[in-house]
């Protein structure tokens, strides 16, 4: 059976088969207290209403650093010039034709979809930026959130707005380049066209295939240390299991983007004279989907934005993932994680603090303003924003609201819960990570 302190330290019922251990070592630690000094969700949010009268969140307070899956397709796209490649002939027959049509519409789709995340990607950039800058002029040790900020930084630059601009530029020109092969009786259109579907198109992604493998290498190095570092540093256990099980899924990741980017990047300067490289780049597009599959369902996170000071231990990531692992597997092996966990039972605080720790804090919230009937009583007149936190609640504490709050919650939890939860785990892996590294590095040097 295992056991936690109190319900209050966990925001968690401490019943049945259900109940957490948060033990580390020789002592309990208590997440209520360790909270007030560490990296919680943020329970302090603003919302603002639009002109139909739905509550959105007010301002970009998270990094999201997962791209669509149509991303990707992208590599796929800038083979929609085979048919212009392959039958490179005057006249040029109809079912060429076809084939240049229906390839050069598909690239042309996929460089608007990679410059529409793009402009997302830059968006985190500033944000990360921002939050460096932030953190190096602040006073205290800061390394651990500098080292997870490098990270995001790295992936945004790299692994999306990098692989979105090169490939979609890359895609752009291919399907113009494509488009024009279909008049190629017109010698300087013909010419035109080999060069922007040939060696001008893919000259960018291959030039980006050399810099991302380079960075593929870094995210490998970086994750091995990463596991070294738990292997001395961390006891033998769930916690310690679910790491380097992620550490593994990030170098067969680095490794599987590494290799296709090099390996299309090359091909794809043969192919304006060569056929035989399209089956090869076939394969490279489907390990590139399946690739961008691992990192948005298996890597990639989001977490809150380092705006204070904010202390990301052992001591406290180990009993947070414990914690998360608990929840994780009441959702996956029961028809009713609600039930299962007791939560019914908790009181208004505990639940927040659930919510909370599970990252669902604000969805509790946008569902109370815009599903809820207690949403009115959350905001004050007519007003077109709110900013709601733990103590914003503290008002149905005395009524008979608990029924309606707890149906909210529920449904949260029901929608968003282990899509959040799985979430939250990511980030914190990363954050304990980059906590161990930093701690090897500290024994290392006295």
């Known amino acids: 059976m295992i056991q936690c302190r109190t319900e209050q330290d966990t925001g968690m019922p401490c019943s049945g088969d259900t109940r957490i251990d948060l033990e580390t070592g020789k002592e309990s630690i208590s997440v209520d207290r360790l909270s007030r000094r560490h990296n919680r969700p943020a329970t302090c949010t603003t919302f603002i209403r639009d002109k139909t009268g739905v509550f959105h969140p007010c301002a970009q307070s998270r990094i999201r650093n997962i791209p669509p899956l149509a991303i990707g ?7 929609g010039d085979f048919a212009a490649n392959v039958f490179n002939q005057v006249p ?7 084939l240049m049509a229906i390839g050069a519409t598909v690239a042309l789709v996929m460089s608007f979809v990679a410059f529409w995340d793009a402009k997302r990607s830059c968006s985190n950039i500033r944000l990360l930026r921002k939050e460096r800058k932030t953190l190096e002029e602040s006073s205290g040790d800061h390394r651990v959130e500098l080292d997870i900020n490098h990270r995001d930084l790295g992936t945004e630059i790299f692994d999306r707005a990098g692989v979105e601009i090169a490939m979609g530029v890359g895609a752009f020109l291919i399907s113009i380049g494509t488009y024009m092969a279909i008049g190629g009786a017109n010698r300087a259109v013909w010419f035109g ?45 769930v916690v310690k299991t679910v790491f380097l099980r992620r550490v593994k899924t990030v170098q067969e990741h680095a490794i599987l983007t590494a290799v296709v980017c090099l390996v299309s990047g090359a091909l794809s300067m043969v192919t304006p004279t060569q056929w035989w490289p399209y089956p090869v780049l076939l394969v490279c597009g489907l390990a590139f989907i399946y690739g961008t599959w691992v990192y948005k369902t298996q890597i990639g996170y989001e977490r809150p934005l380092f705006t204070e000071s904010y202390l990301l231990d052992k001591e406290y990531l180990v009993p947070q993932l414990c914690t998360l692992q608990t929840v994780k597997t009441a959702m996956l092996v029961k028809t009713d994680a609600w039930d299962h966990l007791n939560l019914g039972n908790l009181s208004m605080s505990d639940l927040i603090r659930f919510m909370t720790n599970c990252d669902l804090f604000g969805q509790f919230c946008l569902h109370l303003l815009n599903e809820s009937c207690l949403g009115p009583r959350l905001i004050v007149g007519a007003a077109s924003s709110v900013t709601l936190d733990e103590s914003s609640f503290s008002v149905f504490e005395q009524e008979d609201r608990m029924t309606e709050i707890h149906r909210v919650a529920r449904c949260c939890i029901e929608r968003y819960g282990m899509r959040q939860v799985r979430l939250r785990e990511r980030y914190l892996l990363e954050a304990l990570g980059c906590h161990l590294t930093n701690q090897r590095m500290n024994e290392k040097h006295g």
């Not at 040029?92 to 076809?98: D, F, Q």
């Not at 493998?213 to 961390?234: D, F, K, N, P, T």
């Open 193 to 237: 066209s080999n060069l922007l579907s040939g060696y001008i198109g893919n000259a960018l992604p291959a030039l980006y295939g050399v810099l991302n493998a380079g960075w593929s290498v870094y995210v490998w190095v970086r994750a091995q240390i990463q596991a070294e570092a738990a292997q001395s540093h961390l006891d033998d256990g």
């Open 92 to 98: 040029v027959p109809a079912y060429a034709i076809a």
């Open 73 to 79: 397709f992208l590599d796929l796209a800038n083979s």
